[in-house]
């Protein structure tokens, strides 16, 4: 995943989670079928760019993907799980955020980039914080920074510091990324049983998770200002 590192640190890996807990599979399918959704995604948006360095960075960061789709890949075979149809499972969860989520410009394609993909990166790092280390590993190399940032933030900035209306538009698409996210996490979380006991493990339980989901909207604050869209 093109995300960035969430602005919170990780808690450190529980020992007490076994490795053979059913929700870890289920949690490397879905960030399996994430990983393939973002490679299409990304190349499709690269058509956007206005200028070569653009589509070579979205070029960049979709060729990323399909790393991390390997690691997942070879994790869930390392279970004895087959990944296609386990992450197929997901299809239309993720397919659903792309398409409510779809973007009109070049400068959507940069912030749906930045802020949706480090949301993600938040809700899914939330999780490997309970994770034995093993599986820890597998969950941070996928949401591993590739060094992209910088240009989607330079961009973005400089778009918006001459141009208010700009500014305005940008602000309300990221507001939109941030309730689409959190709606499809919690679809996610109601549909898959064994994924809500791994996020109940990471939180500390209800009262955690909805603490954890008020995160999320500051950290989204947070990488709002990084744009230049506060």
Same mark, same amino acid.
């Given at each position: 995943?093109?995300?960035?590192?969430?602005?919170?640190?990780?808690?450190?890996?529980?020992?007490?989670?076994?490795?053979?807990?059913?929700?870890?599979?289920?949690?490397?399918?879905?960030?399996?079928?994430?990983?393939?959704?973002?490679?299409?995604?990304?190349? +499709?948006?690269?058509?956007?760019?206005?200028?070569?360095?653009?589509?070579?960075?979205?070029?960049?960061?979709?060729?990323?993907?399909?790393?991390?789709?390997?690691?997942?890949?070879?994790?869930?075979?390392?279970?004895?799980?087959?990944?296609?149809?386990?992450?197929?499972?997901?299809?239309?969860?993720?397919?659903?955020?792309?398409?409510?989520?779809?973007?009109?410009?070049w400068l959507e394609a940069l912030v749906?980039?930045?802020?949706?993909?480090?949301?993600?990166?938040?809700?899914?790092?939330?999780?490997?914080?309970?994770?034995?280390?093993?599986?820890?590993?597998?969950?941070?190399?996928?949401?591993?920074?590739?060094?992209?940032?910088?240009?989607?933030?330079?961009?973005?900035?400089?778009?918006?510091?001459?141009?208010?209306?700009?500014?305005?538009?940008?602000?309300?698409?990221?507001?939109?990324?941030?309730?689409?996210?959190?709606?499809?996490?919690?679809?996610?979380?109601?549909?898959?049983? +064994?994924?809500?006991?791994?996020?109940?493990?990471?939180?500390?339980?209800?009262?955690?998770?909805?603490?954890?989901?008020?995160?999320?909207?500051?950290?989204?604050?947070?990488?709002?200002?990084?744009?230049?869209?506060?």
């Open positions: 995943m093109s995300s960035m590192q969430p602005a919170g640190g990780p808690s450190q890996p529980s020992p007490g989670l076994s490795a053979d807990h059913p929700g870890i599979t289920e949690l490397f399918a879905l960030l399996a079928y994430g990983e393939v959704a973002a490679f299409y995604r990304l190349t +499709d948006e690269a058509r956007m760019a206005p200028d070569l360095n653009g589509r070579i960075n979205m070029a960049t960061m979709a060729a990323a993907e399909m790393g991390h789709y390997e690691l997942l890949r070879d994790a869930l075979e390392r279970r004895g799980v087959d990944v296609i149809p386990a992450m197929s499972r997901y299809a239309s969860l993720l397919e659903n955020y792309h398409r409510l989520t779809t973007p009109s410009t749906k980039t930045y802020v949706g993909d480090a949301l993600a990166a938040d809700f899914y790092l939330e999780i490997a914080g309970v994770l034995p280390l093993e599986i820890a590993d597998v969950v941070r190399g996928v949401l591993s920074e590739t060094c992209h940032s910088q240009f989607v933030i330079e961009e973005v900035r400089s778009a918006v510091s001459t141009s208010d209306m700009q500014r305005s538009r940008l602000a309300l698409w990221s507001r939109r990324l941030l309730g689409e996210a959190i709606t499809q996490a919690q679809y996610v979380l109601a549909e898959r049983d +064994d994924l809500v006991d791994l996020m109940l493990a990471s939180t500390g339980g209800l009262g955690q998770l909805a603490e954890f989901f008020e995160h999320l909207q500051r950290t989204h604050a947070e990488r709002m200002t990084q744009l230049g869209l506060a």
